[in-house]
Nanobody, 125 residues
Framework: QVQLVESGGGLVQAGGSLRLSCGVS????????MGWFRQAPGREREFVAG????????YSGNSVAGRFTISRDNAKNTVYLQMNSLTSEDTAVYYC??????????????????WGQGTQVTVSS
């Protein structure tokens, strides 16, 4: 059973940066496309960014494009989300998710098979 553990969340001032990490255990991370999602109170879970199993392909949601960057280190079984120019709108619980490789990656949250517990990111204005 694959387990995902997020870390790196916290409180940051608007305009600041954070880097989230997602450790993958119970499986080989290179066997999964990976994604980051977020959920703010009263809102649906939103796609943030995704990366293919090899790292060759990435995709970011419109609200974070140009500010957030997803990357991965398969040798360390870890996926990262670098978040820059944070605003209060980025405040949410951030979740890491894994999608079994059955073809090209898909970015819908319904295509992901494993989820972490989430890490809180709070941006103060």
């Amino acid at each position: 059973q694959v387990q995902l553990v997020e870390s790196g969340g916290g409180l940051v001032q608007a305009g600041g940066s954070l880097r989230l990490s997602c450790g993958v255990s119970g499986g080989t991370s290179s066997s999964y496309h990976m994604g980051w999602f977020r959920q703010a109170p009263g809102r649906e879970r939103e796609f943030v960014a995704g990366i293919s199993s090899s790292g060759a392909s990435t995709y970011s949601g419109n609200s974070v494009a140009g500010r957030f960057t997803i990357s991965r280190d398969n040798a360390k079984n870890t996926v990262y989300l670098q978040m820059n120019s944070l605003t209060s709108e980025d405040t949410a619980v951030y979740y890491c998710a894994a999608q079994m490789v059955r073809g090209p990656p898909k970015w819908s949250r319904y295509e992901y098979h494993y989820w972490g517990q989430g890490t809180q990111v709070t941006v103060s204005s």
